[in-house]
């Protein structure tokens, strides 16, 4: 696990610009964790589970206002995953990510795993930090619930 200093300060290691296209790793990782994370009716019809392709097709208002809920979601997706990717070693930020841990044999209890522990001292590394962004420490929260 990365130290306290090695987490607050800027690396040079991965440079992400927002103007990346929406088939790049990021992109396609924060709209799935906006689409896993969010409640099935907050989430625009065309990604709801069980919609009908007629349901898919009609628009109105209040899709609208879903649609911008959802794309702020995916921003705030998207913030989370360039501080981590930038705090992080690339390897472990990405099992933390797509929320695949390493799990080793004989492991009894969640706490056990060391990629769940590194992600705990993560979030509270980050927590603690004066600048740390609700929305970075609200997704963070919700990553360890599904860990």
Same mark, same amino acid.
């Given at each position: 696990?990365?130290?306290?200093?090695?987490?607050?300060?800027?690396?040079?290691?991965?440079?992400?610009?927002?103007?990346?296209?929406?088939?790049?790793?990021?992109?396609?990782?924060?709209?799935?964790?906006?689409?896993?994370?969010?409640?099935?009716?907050?989430?625009?019809?065309?990604?709801?589970?069980?919609?009908?392709?007629?349901?898919? *097709?009609?628009?109105?208002?209040?899709? $609208? &206002?879903?649609?911008? @809920? #959802?794309?702020?979601?995916?921003?705030?997706?998207? !913030?989370?995953?360039? *501080?981590?990717?930038?705090?992080?070693? $690339? &390897?472990?930020?990405? @099992? #933390?990510?797509?929320?695949?841990?390493?799990?080793? !044999?004989?492991?009894?209890?969640?706490?056990?795993?060391?990629?769940?522990?590194?992600?705990?001292?993560?979030?509270?590394?980050?927590?603690?930090?004066?600048?740390?962004?609700?929305?970075?420490?609200?997704?963070?929260?919700?990553?360890?619930?599904?860990?």
């Amino acid at each position: 696990m990365a130290s306290q200093n090695e987490l607050f300060q800027s690396s040079g290691k991965t440079q992400v610009h927002a103007d990346t296209g929406p088939d790049d790793p990021i992109s396609l990782a924060s709209h799935r964790l906006a689409v896993q994370l969010t409640e099935n009716e907050l989430l625009p019809t065309r990604y709801r589970r069980n919609a009908t392709s007629a349901q898919k *097709t009609r628009k109105r208002r209040r899709e $609208s &206002e879903i649609e911008n @809920r #959802f794309k702020a979601s995916v921003q705030s997706w998207r !913030a989370l995953i360039v *501080t981590m990717l930038s705090k992080l070693d $690339s &390897e472990l930020a990405w @099992r #933390f990510i797509n929320i695949t841990p390493k799990v080793s !044999a004989g492991i009894a209890r969640v706490t056990d795993n060391q990629d769940f522990c590194d992600f705990i001292d993560y979030l509270i590394l980050r927590r603690d930090k004066e600048c740390c962004d609700p929305d970075e420490l609200g997704g963070l929260a919700h990553l360890s619930l599904v860990f």
